[in-house]
């Protein structure tokens, strides 16, 4: 529904858009209407949000600069215009390129706004990102992840600023509803930046931001801060006053520090601005443990993150219920292994253990499930049942399947899914317009957990 007017905010938001061809029609049009609704509140023009668009392709495209579009309603249209490029995932390539154009007058950039990054991925990419992208937090950006595949979880957290629970989305293209407010509101906490306030808060540094107040020629920033605790070990810096923001590191963990800027201007008075930060508790591992790639008799172990302060991981894992356990042993170098030799169709229990060189241990658990033998669908068909119509079929998948789930990523229209008992191995498929290209996914039903499903693109003739 219509969103009340947000104004009194000023920044650049740089839509990262997956284009590629590993994107549907249908998904790349409900990523449009995401992004349209998350920044339909705003005020745009010079002196409140500018937005543009770069596209993720064989080769990274500017839609539009930051400077176009001066109003909600013709930003909505171009928005609404955009069309997708195809071609292949090369998003370290325009990531290097969003750097240049969200500092680039000629893109219609702002110096000293706060630039914003929402990267709206499938969770795939066809080179590295991890350069660029701290190229790109170290200059001052903000990165928002908003992954609607699968992705991998230790990749995308480390590409988000950080905390990642509050920069990083993982959600079905179908349910980007869901997310719009919360991130909308982490945008705003971002370029909101009419007081002095703390960011990218870790247990041994934050970054501070603040309006823009002066300028080289008119003046200079001094910086106080110190723990409240302990004031007299205050510490006072000299920023330029071109700058609006700075990070402070070297600092102590769970310690709550006093901030104060002072504007020394040599044409108006302003007043100090203060501000209480308090930096997170000293990081520990593991804080995560993902379990991937089941299969009947093994699966994939990860957890995060990796600090040079463990030696080594001990992995122990379990049927349940039972009482046996076996251990693996991995050094303190990696973040993952793999679990093999196991029973098909079985829940354990892992609990990943890191020890430390102070001789500390730090255990978190996780459940896993392995798969029944063969349980996947093959062999899926497809026969023309009149105009608009087909009919998928497929062959019975082994083990004790509860049943089917087919799901249909129409070209144009809205996806469906549909679930059949274990006995029926075909569906009709309807709706399908002449000459488009659609993609349909079966996938057994097991007691634990899906089985590995088999997807195919299917061409309707004109």
């Known amino acids: 529904g219509p969103q009340p007017s947000i104004s009194n905010s000023e920044g650049d938001l740089l839509f990262l858009l997956d284009s590629s061809g590993s994107v549907s029609y249908y998904e790349f049009s409900k990523v449009k209407e995401f992004m349209w609704d998350l920044v339909q509140p705003f005020t745009f023009g010079p002196k409140g949000i500018q ?20 109003s909600g309603g013709t930003l909505r249209q171009a928005i609404r215009d955009t069309r997708q490029l195809m071609g292949d995932t090369n998003t370290g390539q325009a990531l290097s390129y969003a750097k240049d154009k969200l500092f680039s007058h000629e893109a219609g950039a702002r110096p000293h706004v706060p630039k914003v990054l929402v990267w709206v991925t ?21 990165v928002f992840i908003v992954s609607t595949g699968r992705g991998n979880y230790l990749e995308l957290s480390a590409a988000a600023s950080q905390p990642p629970e509050k920069h990083l989305h993982f959600v079905d293209v179908d349910d980007l509803p869901i997310i719009t407010k919360e991130l909308r509101d982490a945008i705003l ?42 004031l007299a070990r205050k510490r006072t810096m000299q920023v330029s006053g071109a700058h609006t923001s700075l990070t402070l590191s070297n600092l102590a963990p769970e310690t709550t520090y006093e901030v104060a800027l002072i504007p020394e201007s040599n044409v108006h008075y302003f007043p100090p601005q203060t501000t209480r930060v308090t930096t997170l ?13 089941s299969a009947p008799r093994s699966f994939h172990v990860s957890w995060a993150p990796t600090l040079d302060s463990v030696i080594g991981y001990q992995i122990l894992y379990g049927p349940l219920p039972g009482n046996s356990v076996k251990l693996l042993e991995v050094d303190g170098k990696h973040n993952s292994t793999v679990v093999e030799n196991l029973a098909p169709n079985t829940t354990y229990l892992v609990t990943v253990t890191a020890i430390y060189r102070s001789g500390k241990e730090k255990s978190l658990s996780a459940k896993a499930c392995t798969l029944e033998e063969g349980s996947k669908v093959r062999h899926l068909r497809f026969e023309d049942m009149g105009p608009n119509t087909l009919k998928a079929s497929w062959d019975a998948a082994d083990g004790k399947v509860l049943g089917y789930r087919v799901r249909c990523r129409r070209q144009s229209g809205p996806s469906s899914v549909l679930s059949v008992s274990p006995q029926i191995h075909s569906v009709l498929l309807t709706d399908l317009p002449s000459g488009s290209t659609n993609k349909v996914c079966v996938k057994p039903l097991y007691k634990n957990q899906p089985g590995k499903g088999l997807c195919r693109m299917v061409h309707m003739q004109p």
């Open 122 to 142: 499938d969770g795939f990419s066809s080179d590295d990102i991890s350069g660029p992208m701290q190229l790109l937090k170290d200059m001052g950006v903000t």
């Open 281 to 293: 508790a000293e990081e520990i591992s593991p804080t995560q443990v993902l379990i991937s790639e």
């Open 189 to 230: 906490d971002v370029i909101q930046a009419n007081q002095l306030h703390a960011v990218d808060v870790t247990s041994s540094s934050f970054r501070l931001m603040w309006p823009k107040l002066l300028s080289q020629e008119t003046g200079y920033y001094t910086l106080e801060y110190a723990p409240t605790d302990d």
């Open 51 to 70: 937005a543009s668009i770069i596209h993720i392709s064989t080769v990274p495209t500017m839609e539009f600069p930051f400077d176009r579009y001066p």
